[in-house]
């Protein structure tokens, strides 16, 4: 049986996630390429295929599979009649809590818990009162835009970059997924030495030792789909023997450092619970006092800037010494450097493309990647 399923990614992100799926033989299908979905992209694929994108995907935020496309809903009782009709019972145990959310958009239904309401009445009229003794709730997201309604139910349940391994976080955290999408889009080859000076809790250098280990981000997690009636632990089993005896042996030497003794602890800690410490050589120093390995290779970080930790103070000094450090110790590498600032990264001196935009914790961000020369 194939679902109609979608990725939700974060601005930015879609055409890495599609890069993602092609990598996992899953298609996404054809958009309108003039007018693609912002906010993620739909594919088709069978249960194994739902296991293994949530199983594998570094840049989703979830995966979501469609259970009612593009219906009309212009009143409350259409609305729950429709509902009424849906399969609730392939995803859902007679009794068990949902958590539904809704956003309604140009619609004659407008006040988002009286759908919720709704569609809850459907699914107790198919399934049953929920239960208190179930402790886990399934989500539900509902979306109503000019009248027509679009039921998806989440396969993932906790965020794709909840990985499990980052319990402490120094300040002004970088998602796991938005750091795995820095080192795809400045094409990291997972062979050659990877540099982060301002590695904070170290999300950036161990998403790149998961990377070239070939370590997949949902191993050791438990999803949403876990507790569907028709969940196969056979196929689940079988995609993560799979997935073990695809990871690799070798890792290129990977450096982060800080110059916050507390957040090079952290980083320690987290690299620890993801398995891969003994991957990556942490240590405690300025920018001016990096090192780096013989050869070329990467430089992708995410500095200090004036929106998160270090609001209202002067951070020019700091980037220009950044940009004569690298091209006294890094001619020749690649760099990708996450900021909100234009004008601080112009202070680098470095021949920056800065054309992609992210978001980082609600804050634009640019990715300005280049070439120290």
């Known amino acids: 049986m194939n679902f109609t399923c979608y990725a939700v990614t974060a601005p930015g992100l879609r055409d890495l996630a599609a890069h993602e799926l092609e990598s996992l033989s899953i298609a996404s299908a054809n958009q309108d390429s003039s007018n693609p979905d912002p906010g993620g992209l739909d594919f088709r694929t069978d249960l194994a295929g739902l296991y293994r994108a949530n199983l594998h995907l570094r840049t989703a935020s979830r995966v979501l599979i469609r259970l009612g496309n593009f219906f009309y809903a212009r009143t409350f009782g259409e609305?729950?009649?429709?509902?009424?009709?849906?399969?609730?019972?392939?995803?859902?145990?007679?009794?068990?809590?949902?958590?539904?959310?809704?956003?309604?958009?140009?619609?004659?239904?407008?006040h988002s818990d009286a759908v919720a309401e709704r569609i809850g009445q459907a699914i107790e009229a198919r399934l049953g009162q929920p239960s208190p003794q179930q402790k886990t709730a399934q989500g539900?997201?509902?979306?109503?835009?000019?009248?027509?309604?679009?039921?998806?139910?989440?396969s993932s349940g906790e965020n794709l970059h909840k990985r499990g391994y980052r319990q402490a976080s120094a300040k002004a955290p970088l998602r796991e997924s938005l750091a795995a999408a820095l080192l795809m889009a400045c094409s990291w080859d997972k062979a050659s030495p990877l540099l982060d000076p301002f590695c904070g809790s170290g999300t950036?250098?161990?998403?790149?030792?998961?990377?070239?280990?070939?370590?997949?981000?949902?191993?050791?997690?438990?999803?949403?789909?876990?507790?569907?009636?028709?969940?196969?632990?056979?196929?689940?089993q079988n995609l993560q023997t799979e997935a073990r005896?695809?990871?690799?042996?070798?890792?290129?030497?990977?450096?982060?450092?800080?110059?916050?003794?507390g957040a090079?602890?952290?980083?320690?800690?987290?690299?620890?619970?993801?398995?891969?410490?003994?991957?990556?050589?942490?240590?405690?120093?300025?920018v001016s006092a990096i090192q780096r390995p013989e050869g070329a290779g990467w430089v992708i970080t995410n500095p200090p800037y004036g929106g998160r930790v270090s609001e209202n103070k002067?951070?020019?000094?700091?980037?220009?010494?950044?940009?004569?450090?690298?091209?006294?110790?890094?001619p020749g590498w690649t760099i990708g450097i996450l900021s909100s600032d234009r004008?601080?990264?112009?202070q680098t001196g470095l021949k920056l493309?800065?054309?992609?935009?992210?978001?980082?914790?609600?804050?634009?961000?640019?990715?300005?990647?280049?070439?120290?020369?």
């Open 79 to 110: 609305l729950r009649d429709s509902a009424a009709r849906l399969t609730w019972e392939r995803f859902l145990e007679p009794g068990q809590p949902v958590e539904i959310r809704v956003t309604c958009h140009k619609s004659k239904l407008y």
């Open 140 to 154: 539900i997201l509902v979306r109503l835009v000019n009248d027509r309604l679009t039921v998806s139910i989440d």
């Open 204 to 236: 950036i250098p161990i998403e790149a030792a998961l990377l070239a280990l070939n370590i997949a981000p949902g191993l050791n997690r438990r999803f949403a789909f876990m507790d569907w009636p028709g969940f196969d632990n056979t196929i689940w």
């Open 245 to 261: 005896a695809t990871q690799r042996k070798d890792c290129p030497p990977i450096l982060a450092s800080d110059r916050d003794e």
């Open 264 to 286: 090079i602890r952290m980083a320690k800690e987290n690299a620890e619970r993801a398995g891969v410490s003994a991957r990556i050589a942490f240590s405690h120093r300025a």
């Open 314 to 330: 002067d951070l020019r000094n700091l980037y220009a010494r950044f940009g004569t450090v690298l091209r006294e110790k890094c």
């Open 343 to 346: 004008a601080l990264l112009g």
């Open 353 to 373: 493309d800065t054309s992609m935009r992210l978001m980082n914790g609600g804050l634009p961000v640019i990715l300005a990647r280049g070439r120290v020369a």
